[in-house]
């Protein structure tokens, strides 16, 4: 029976798994509300107050990252979904009946990654799209707007989506790894949100060399239009933030592998 598996049944059997889950559908719905909802509460409080703003404020605003500001929050979510998508199995003990159904572990960990990778990116991609056009039509006549139409403009949104990705990825890297939901949790909070402020403490000559390798920082100059303050350009800034995302990867397939269940 094992010998009929492939990958392609992999595959399927994961994203059954994927779109059942009562966890990955409120991840995904909690995803929505945090990049769409916080993104169109953000922009209305800056419409707001746009006339009371310092005119060099003005000057520097970025109406791109501000109508995106939602995914600083939705980052969480993805995070929590890529981590429960494999963590789940483990605390339910589920997980010696899909080894016992796709022995060939590799080839399991790949298929829960196409499922989560697809899903995750259509996601992200869809929300991004909506919560920027929603938040320059915010803008609109009042806070200068941005368009689609300009490349760079068009970069940073698609982006945005796949920083989310890569970050859901990330978080079932850290599942394979640690195997427990909570653990992985604080551990994905802690790089996103204790990292900053532990470099934040340190020397200013070091804040400048290490802050901007941290994920955080690393997602902010991709989804900037303009290469913020000291941070890596666009393209590098994902390079590094990919290699990252792997080698957390590599390291959680081969304990996946190593390991009993």
Request: charged share 10%.
């Amino acid at each position: 029976m094992s010998s009929d598996v492939t990958l392609g049944s992999t595959v399927r059997s994961e994203w059954i798994k994927f779109r059942t889950v009562r966890s990955t559908i409120m991840g995904v719905a909690i995803t929505f509300v945090l990049t769409i909802g916080l993104g169109a509460l953000i922009t209305l409080a800056v419409r707001a107050h746009w006339h009371s703003m310092d005119p060099t404020r003005q000057l520097i605003f970025d109406p791109v990252s501000a109508s995106l500001s939602g995914i600083l929050f939705a980052q969480f979510a993805v995070g929590v979904i890529g981590t429960l998508f494999i963590t789940s199995e483990y605390s339910s003990g589920s997980i010696r009946t899909t080894l016992a159904a796709i022995p060939n572990r590799l080839e399991l960990v790949w298929g829960k990654l196409i499922v989560l990778v697809a899903s995750i990116f259509v996601v992200a991609e869809i929300a991004c799209f909506i919560t920027f056009l929603m938040g320059q039509a915010i803008f609109s006549g009042v806070v200068p707007t941005a368009s689609l139409g300009n490349s760079a403009v068009l970069r940073t949104v698609i982006l945005a989506g796949v920083y989310l990705t890569l970050l859901s990825v990330l978080g079932f890297s850290l599942g394979l790894i640690l195997r427990q939901s909570a653990a992985c949790i604080s551990v994905f909070t802690s790089l996103l949100l204790i990292l900053p402020i532990i470099v934040f403490l340190l020397p200013q000559s070091w804040q400048n060399t290490m802050s901007k390798y941290e994920p955080s920082e690393l997602g902010h100059a991709m989804t900037s239009v303009t290469t913020p303050g000291n941070d890596f350009g666009t393209w590098t800034a994902l390079l590094i933030l990919t290699i990252y995302v792997v080698a957390v990867w590599g390291v959680g397939t081969t304990m996946l592998i190593r390991r009993d269940a």
